[in-house]
T-cell receptor
Framework: AQSVTQLDSQVPVFEEAPVELRCNYSSSVSVYLFWYVQYPNQGLQLLLKYLSGSTLVKGINGFEAEFNKSQTSFHLRKPSVHISDTAEYFCAVSDGGSQGNLIFGKGTKLSVKP | DTGVSQNPRHKITKRGQNVTFRCDPISEHNRLYWYRQTLGQGPEFLTYFQNEAQLEKSRLLSDRFSAERPKGSFSTLEIQRTEQGDSAMYLC??????????????FGPGTRLTVL
Protein backbone atom coordinates (compact mmCIF):
# COMPACT_ATOMS: atom_id res chain seq x y z
CA ALA A 1 0.00 0.00 0.00
CA GLN A 2 1.14 3.48 -0.75
CA SER A 3 2.13 5.84 2.02
CA VAL A 4 3.32 9.41 2.35
CA THR A 5 5.71 10.64 5.01
CA GLN A 6 6.07 14.28 5.87
CA LEU A 7 9.18 14.41 7.94
CA ASP A 8 8.46 17.60 9.86
CA SER A 9 5.22 18.17 11.74
CA GLN A 10 6.05 21.84 12.39
CA VAL A 11 8.39 24.27 10.66
CA PRO A 12 8.93 27.73 12.17
CA VAL A 13 10.64 30.26 9.95
CA PHE A 14 11.16 33.99 9.83
CA GLU A 15 9.55 36.15 7.19
CA GLU A 16 11.55 36.44 3.94
CA ALA A 17 13.61 33.35 4.78
CA PRO A 18 13.63 30.33 2.47
CA VAL A 19 11.75 27.20 3.46
CA GLU A 20 11.69 23.54 2.45
CA LEU A 21 8.93 21.14 3.49
CA ARG A 22 9.93 17.54 3.04
CA CYS A 23 7.84 14.73 1.62
CA ASN A 24 8.71 11.12 0.85
CA TYR A 25 6.42 8.53 -0.64
CA SER A 26 6.53 4.78 -0.98
CA SER A 27 5.42 3.30 -4.22
CA SER A 28 6.72 0.87 -6.77
CA VAL A 29 4.56 2.20 -9.56
CA SER A 30 4.26 5.49 -11.34
CA VAL A 31 2.57 8.05 -9.17
CA TYR A 32 1.09 11.47 -9.35
CA LEU A 33 2.24 13.83 -6.59
CA PHE A 34 0.58 16.87 -5.07
CA TRP A 35 1.00 19.56 -2.48
CA TYR A 36 -2.10 21.10 -0.91
CA VAL A 37 -2.37 24.02 1.51
CA GLN A 38 -5.02 24.31 4.21
CA TYR A 39 -5.73 27.57 5.99
CA PRO A 40 -7.57 27.44 9.33
CA ASN A 41 -11.16 26.26 9.04
CA GLN A 42 -10.92 25.94 5.28
CA GLY A 43 -10.71 23.14 2.76
CA LEU A 44 -7.66 22.15 0.78
CA GLN A 45 -6.25 24.23 -2.06
CA LEU A 46 -3.94 22.72 -4.64
CA LEU A 47 -0.49 24.36 -4.69
CA LEU A 48 1.09 22.26 -7.40
CA LYS A 49 1.14 18.82 -8.96
CA TYR A 50 3.51 16.47 -10.72
CA LEU A 51 1.94 14.20 -13.33
CA SER A 52 4.81 13.68 -15.77
CA GLY A 53 7.51 15.58 -17.62
CA SER A 54 9.83 18.08 -16.00
CA THR A 55 10.77 17.13 -12.47
CA LEU A 56 10.72 20.75 -11.31
CA VAL A 57 7.17 21.88 -10.84
CA LYS A 58 6.11 25.45 -10.20
CA GLY A 59 2.89 26.26 -8.41
CA ILE A 60 0.92 29.13 -7.04
CA ASN A 61 2.11 31.69 -4.51
CA GLY A 62 5.77 31.26 -5.50
CA PHE A 63 6.06 27.62 -4.40
CA GLU A 64 7.89 24.96 -6.34
CA ALA A 65 8.67 21.28 -5.82
CA GLU A 66 11.10 18.79 -7.29
CA PHE A 67 10.22 15.20 -8.05
CA ASN A 68 13.11 12.85 -7.31
CA LYS A 69 12.26 9.31 -8.35
CA SER A 70 15.45 7.72 -7.03
CA GLN A 71 14.89 9.18 -3.58
CA THR A 72 11.08 8.90 -3.79
CA SER A 73 10.83 12.49 -2.64
CA PHE A 74 8.77 15.53 -3.58
CA HIS A 75 9.99 18.38 -1.40
CA LEU A 76 8.25 21.76 -1.46
CA ARG A 77 10.30 24.96 -1.49
CA LYS A 78 9.82 28.70 -1.44
CA PRO A 79 12.77 31.10 -1.62
CA SER A 80 11.17 33.82 0.52
CA VAL A 81 8.12 33.26 2.71
CA HIS A 82 5.47 35.74 3.84
CA ILE A 83 3.36 35.90 6.96
CA SER A 84 0.41 34.90 4.79
CA ASP A 85 2.06 31.55 4.02
CA THR A 86 1.32 30.43 7.58
CA ALA A 87 -0.85 27.36 7.10
CA GLU A 88 -0.76 23.58 7.07
CA TYR A 89 0.71 21.88 4.03
CA PHE A 90 -0.15 18.38 2.90
CA CYS A 91 1.72 16.17 0.48
CA ALA A 92 -0.40 13.61 -1.36
CA VAL A 93 0.02 10.80 -3.85
CA SER A 94 -2.26 9.06 -6.30
CA ASP A 95 -1.33 5.99 -8.26
CA GLY A 96 -3.29 7.23 -11.21
CA GLY A 97 -5.45 4.14 -11.14
CA SER A 98 -9.12 4.05 -11.91
CA GLN A 99 -10.13 5.34 -8.51
CA GLY A 100 -7.97 8.43 -8.43
CA ASN A 101 -8.25 8.84 -4.67
CA LEU A 102 -5.48 10.68 -2.86
CA ILE A 103 -3.32 9.39 0.00
CA PHE A 104 -2.15 12.19 2.24
CA GLY A 105 0.71 12.70 4.63
CA LYS A 106 0.06 13.93 8.14
CA GLY A 107 0.81 17.52 7.23
CA THR A 108 3.40 20.14 8.12
CA LYS A 109 2.42 23.30 9.97
CA LEU A 110 4.37 26.22 8.61
CA SER A 111 4.59 29.18 10.98
CA VAL A 112 6.05 32.35 9.54
CA LYS A 113 7.20 34.84 12.14
CA PRO A 114 7.88 38.54 11.61
CA ASP B 1 -20.75 27.90 -9.80
CA THR B 2 -17.74 28.94 -7.83
CA GLY B 3 -16.65 25.68 -6.29
CA VAL B 4 -17.54 22.74 -4.09
CA SER B 5 -19.93 23.58 -1.28
CA GLN B 6 -20.68 21.61 1.87
CA ASN B 7 -23.45 21.98 4.40
CA PRO B 8 -23.59 22.37 7.25
CA ARG B 9 -20.16 23.81 8.00
CA HIS B 10 -20.42 22.78 11.62
CA LYS B 11 -22.50 20.13 13.35
CA ILE B 12 -22.66 19.41 17.04
CA THR B 13 -24.57 16.32 18.04
CA LYS B 14 -24.99 13.99 20.97
CA ARG B 15 -23.62 10.48 20.94
CA GLY B 16 -26.08 8.05 19.43
CA GLN B 17 -27.76 10.54 17.10
CA ASN B 18 -27.72 10.28 13.31
CA VAL B 19 -26.19 13.04 11.19
CA THR B 20 -26.22 13.78 7.48
CA PHE B 21 -23.89 16.02 5.54
CA ARG B 22 -24.41 17.36 2.05
CA CYS B 23 -21.89 18.07 -0.69
CA ASP B 24 -22.60 19.98 -3.89
CA PRO B 25 -19.78 19.45 -6.39
CA ILE B 26 -18.73 21.67 -9.27
CA SER B 27 -21.59 21.26 -11.70
CA GLU B 28 -19.88 19.50 -14.60
CA HIS B 29 -17.77 17.20 -12.42
CA ASN B 30 -18.65 13.52 -12.67
CA ARG B 31 -16.50 12.27 -9.79
CA LEU B 32 -17.14 12.98 -6.13
CA TYR B 33 -14.96 11.90 -3.20
CA TRP B 34 -15.46 11.89 0.56
CA TYR B 35 -12.54 12.15 2.99
CA ARG B 36 -12.29 12.35 6.77
CA GLN B 37 -9.69 14.45 8.54
CA THR B 38 -9.04 14.01 12.24
CA LEU B 39 -6.99 16.36 14.36
CA GLY B 40 -3.31 16.29 13.48
CA GLN B 41 -3.79 13.98 10.51
CA GLY B 42 -4.11 14.31 6.79
CA PRO B 43 -7.38 13.55 5.03
CA GLU B 44 -8.30 9.88 4.80
CA PHE B 45 -10.21 8.57 1.79
CA LEU B 46 -13.65 7.11 2.55
CA THR B 47 -15.56 6.58 -0.68
CA TYR B 48 -16.16 7.93 -4.17
CA PHE B 49 -18.78 8.14 -6.89
CA GLN B 50 -18.61 8.31 -10.62
CA ASN B 51 -21.87 9.92 -11.62
CA GLU B 52 -24.43 8.14 -9.42
CA ALA B 53 -22.45 4.91 -9.04
CA GLN B 54 -20.57 4.34 -5.80
CA LEU B 55 -17.47 2.57 -7.07
CA GLU B 56 -15.58 2.13 -3.82
CA LYS B 57 -17.01 1.88 -0.34
CA SER B 58 -14.78 -0.61 1.41
CA ARG B 59 -12.90 2.27 3.04
CA LEU B 60 -15.96 3.52 4.87
CA LEU B 61 -15.06 3.27 8.51
CA SER B 62 -17.91 1.07 9.63
CA ASP B 63 -21.39 0.03 8.60
CA ARG B 64 -22.67 3.12 10.42
CA PHE B 65 -21.33 5.19 7.53
CA SER B 66 -23.17 5.41 4.22
CA ALA B 67 -23.12 7.72 1.24
CA GLU B 68 -25.40 8.41 -1.69
CA ARG B 69 -25.36 10.41 -4.88
CA PRO B 70 -28.85 9.69 -6.20
CA LYS B 71 -28.89 11.77 -9.36
CA GLY B 72 -25.20 12.10 -9.99
CA SER B 73 -25.17 15.63 -8.68
CA PHE B 74 -25.08 16.34 -4.94
CA SER B 75 -24.06 13.70 -2.43
CA THR B 76 -24.90 12.97 1.17
CA LEU B 77 -22.83 11.24 3.83
CA GLU B 78 -24.75 9.80 6.76
CA ILE B 79 -23.39 8.58 10.06
CA GLN B 80 -25.77 6.58 12.18
CA ARG B 81 -25.49 6.17 15.96
CA THR B 82 -22.63 8.64 16.19
CA GLU B 83 -19.73 8.00 18.55
CA GLN B 84 -17.25 10.44 20.03
CA GLY B 85 -14.58 8.98 17.76
CA ASP B 86 -16.54 10.22 14.76
CA SER B 87 -15.63 13.81 15.65
CA ALA B 88 -13.64 15.07 12.67
CA MET B 89 -13.71 17.26 9.60
CA TYR B 90 -15.50 15.61 6.68
CA LEU B 91 -14.25 16.83 3.32
CA CYS B 92 -15.81 16.47 -0.09
CA UNK B 93 -13.95 16.83 -3.37
CA UNK B 94 -14.99 16.66 -7.00
CA UNK B 95 -13.19 16.19 -10.29
CA UNK B 96 -13.90 15.67 -13.96
CA UNK B 97 -12.81 12.36 -15.40
CA UNK B 98 -12.34 12.82 -19.12
CA UNK B 99 -10.32 10.81 -21.57
CA UNK B 100 -8.90 8.61 -18.84
CA UNK B 101 -6.54 11.34 -17.76
CA UNK B 102 -6.00 12.40 -14.17
CA UNK B 103 -7.74 15.59 -13.20
CA UNK B 104 -7.41 17.78 -10.17
CA UNK B 105 -9.68 17.26 -7.21
CA UNK B 106 -11.30 20.44 -5.93
CA PHE B 107 -12.12 20.39 -2.24
CA GLY B 108 -14.99 21.94 -0.37
CA PRO B 109 -14.59 23.77 2.95
CA GLY B 110 -15.58 20.72 4.96
CA THR B 111 -18.13 19.93 7.66
CA ARG B 112 -16.74 19.86 11.16
CA LEU B 113 -18.56 17.28 13.30
CA THR B 114 -18.38 17.34 17.08
CA VAL B 115 -19.97 14.44 18.94
CA LEU B 116 -20.60 15.13 22.63
Amino acid sequence: AQSVTQLDSQVPVFEEAPVELRCNYSSSVSVYLFWYVQYPNQGLQLLLKYLSGSTLVKGINGFEAEFNKSQTSFHLRKPSVHISDTAEYFCAVSDGGSQGNLIFGKGTKLSVKP
Amino acid sequence: DTGVSQNPRHKITKRGQNVTFRCDPISEHNRLYWYRQTLGQGPEFLTYFQNEAQLEKSRLLSDRFSAERPKGSFSTLEIQRTEQGDSAMYLCASSLLAGGLYNEQFFGPGTRLTVL
